[in-house]
């Protein structure tokens, strides 16, 4: 029982660490703040970050691996949203600690 638990606990801490990899970045962060305020497409990120298309998509894709975001299609359009409420808790966690530094 006990090594049960012991390779549960290695592997969420595999995934915490995988996560934190995937939040480190500035592009993907960045992207993940216009997320918090609301949905939107490839575009509308590119243009709000000033990137390519294909850059975003590149981004948005190792985010939604990672199950930070999700996305839906309408149409031709594929949207973005953030995956959950943990990710904006993790987020507004991270900037009110780094405001107290």
Do not use: C, W
Request: charged share 30%; aromatic share 4%; hydrophobic share 35%.
């Amino acid at each position: 029982m006990k090594g049960s638990s012991a390779m549960k606990e290695i592997e969420e801490i595999q995934k915490v660490s995988q996560l934190y990899k995937v939040l480190s970045d500035p592009t993907r962060l960045r992207i993940l703040l216009l997320l918090k305020k609301g949905e939107l497409n490839v575009t509308a990120i590119g243009e709000q970050l000033s990137m390519e298309q294909s850059a975003v998509s590149h981004q948005l894709k190792l985010l939604r691996d990672s199950h930070v975001v999700r996305s839906r299609r309408e149409g031709k359009t594929i949207y973005y949203t953030l995956d959950d409420h943990h990710v904006i808790d993790i987020l507004n966690q991270t900037f009110e600690h780094i405001k107290h530094q």
